[in-house]
């Protein structure tokens, strides 16, 4: 009968063996922490790489009895853990592009704040005077321009619901409306903050 360190050997030689002559703890306790260094290079925390691990192994146990005993388990392994980790990256850069389009946004609001702000002019008439202007600035802009900022902005749609509504891509809707942050800022820099009395 082959010793532990006979079969450890065995792992670590020739990866491709017979079911029959290893068993699932043994093959756990050789690649576990393994399988944890290579997934918490690629996932945001050490919580994160061991749940991932423990998730495949269990796949990897409940499985155990049907596999084929001429499989290469160690890269069955790898493969699996693989995915996840290319899963939870793909997440991540979502999730990232969602913040960004965010800050991008926020940035752009500062500015017409800023901007605005500096050049107020408070010699309006009355609250007529001013959501005419508003009015006027808005018609102004390009027609697709202004269908994506009444929609995004008016109408509290998301970008994504806006791209859907107008068959565009949810690039294009962020586009315009940088675009049309830009043309509003400047056609309304002297009165954009005197909305805030009209509230």
Request: some cysteine; overall charge negative.
């Amino acid at each position: 009968m082959a010793t532990k360190r006979e079969t450890a050997t065995v792992w670590y030689t020739n990866p491709i063996i017979c079911l029959t002559n290893m068993q699932f703890n043994e093959f756990y306790m050789s690649w576990y922490s393994r399988a944890i260094g290579f997934a918490r290079h690629y996932v945001s925390t050490d919580a994160d790489a061991e749940n991932m691990v423990q998730d495949v192994f269990l796949q990897l146990y409940e499985h155990w009895s049907a596999l084929d005993g001429t499989m290469n388990i160690t890269a069955y392994l790898f493969t699996s853990l693989r995915n996840r980790c290319l899963n939870a990256l793909r997440q991540q850069l979502k999730e990232q592009r969602e913040r960004e389009q965010y800050c991008a946004e926020e940035v752009l609001m500062t500015q017409v704040k800023y901007g605005s702000l500096e050049s107020i002019d408070a010699t309006f008439r009355d609250d007529t005077d001013i959501v005419e202007r508003i009015r006027q600035a808005v018609d102004a802009l390009p027609e697709q321009c202004r269908r994506v900022f009444i929609m995004h902005k008016l109408e509290g749609l998301r970008n994504k619901d806006v791209a859907r509504e107008l068959g565009i891509t949810v690039n294009t809707v962020e586009a315009q409306m940088k675009v049309a942050y830009r043309k509003l800022r400047i056609e309304l820099r002297d009165c954009l903050p005197l909305l805030l009395l009209l509230v």
